[in-house]
């Protein structure tokens, strides 16, 4: 008989790892060209939880109806960051939705009382952009519109939800199960003051430049807090430091070295990078990778460049 520490594994599983738009080819092969997507498995009590329906997600769609066979229904929780293309596109290629025993709960920001999720994916599932509609999928879906909070999914998963830094309302989640801890941050990039700080500028404002020095400080730890002591952290680092300081800085995305010390910071075991710069070949990867991969000195934190197809036990 197995104990309990070998039945309750928690499995992450990456389908897609690629950032801004699906790069297929023979030069991102080895790492992927898919948008993001990533899945949870808790094999103690059998729930599949999937971060974000990137172009990754159809593979995982037909991996799914392949593992529970014609007969078995399938009851699968999707958790959207935002809505933004390279999030949602694989969605209606996701094969669990045109069959009738399949039960998928939709997570996601709500952006406003007239944007909310329903309606954002009703907008994509309409004849303008796709040959079927919201309302002649099979699956029964339940939506449900997030905002910062924990929720409790069941079976003993705690859902914590908190806002990234990204031009349009993007989530960060943590997953808390049975001693284990995975946290996504897939789009996002350190909160900085916007107010004009230089003294000697005609439009500085004292005041202003204080309370906006504070408020990016107490973003950045509530950010680190969200991190804390994690098993795995799946962040965003799509630029290095020199990539991010020439003209990408309020594009919505981290550079790796930004990523690396968020992790340190937080205390967390594991590192993960994903959402790789779409112009990012994979030799340029393995460089990349040769340079950050491994155990950190002094912090122990161990560093890893997301691959499509990998995964990670907890």
């Known amino acids: 008989m197995k104990s309990p520490a070998e039945t309750d594994q928690l499995q992450v599983i990456f389908w897609g790892v690629r950032g801004s738009i699906p790069t297929p080819g023979y030069e991102t092969s080895r790492y992927g060209g898919n948008t993001l997507c990533v899945e949870l498995r808790f094999s103690g009590c059998g729930r599949t939880l999937i971060i974000d329906a990137g172009s990754g997600i159809r593979r995982l769609g037909d991996d799914l109806l392949a593992r529970s066979g014609p007969a078995a229904g399938l009851a699968l929780d999707l958790l959207l960051s935002h809505t933004h293309l390279d999030h949602i596109l694989g969605l209606p290629f996701f094969g669990p939705l045109y069959r009738r025993d399949t039960r998928l709960t939709l997570y996601g920001p709500t952006i406003s009382p007239e944007d909310r999720l329903e309606q954002v994916i009703g907008g994509q599932l309409c004849y303008r952009y796709f040959p079927v509609r919201q309302v002649e999928l099979a699956a029964f879906i339940t939506y449900v519109d997030l905002r910062e909070g924990v929720y409790d999914l069941g079976d003993g998963i705690t859902l914590t939800a908190t806002y990234l830094n990204h031009p349009l309302l993007c989530m960060g989640y943590r997953f808390d199960w049975r001693g284990r ?41 509530r950010m680190q807090s969200f991190f804390r002591g994690a098993d795995l952290l799946i962040h965003d680092g799509q630029y290095t430091d020199q990539e991010y300081q020439a003209g990408r800085t309020g594009w919505g995305h981290s550079s790796i070295e930004q990523a690396v010390r968020a992790a340190e910071a937080a205390g967390c075991r594991r590192l993960a990078l994903i959402h790789h710069d779409p112009m990012r070949s994979d030799s340029e990867l393995d460089r990349l990778s040769d340079r950050y991969s491994g155990v950190r000195p002094g912090s122990g934190l161990d560093v890893c460049f997301a691959r499509e197809g990998a995964s990670i036990m907890l």
């Open 181 to 221: 801890s995975v946290c996504t941050a897939f789009d996002t990039e350190p909160f900085r003051n916007l107010f004009i700080s230089d003294p000697e500028d005609p439009g500085y404002d004292a005041i202003m430049a204080l309370e906006g020095e504070q408020a990016a400080r107490e973003a950045g730890l």
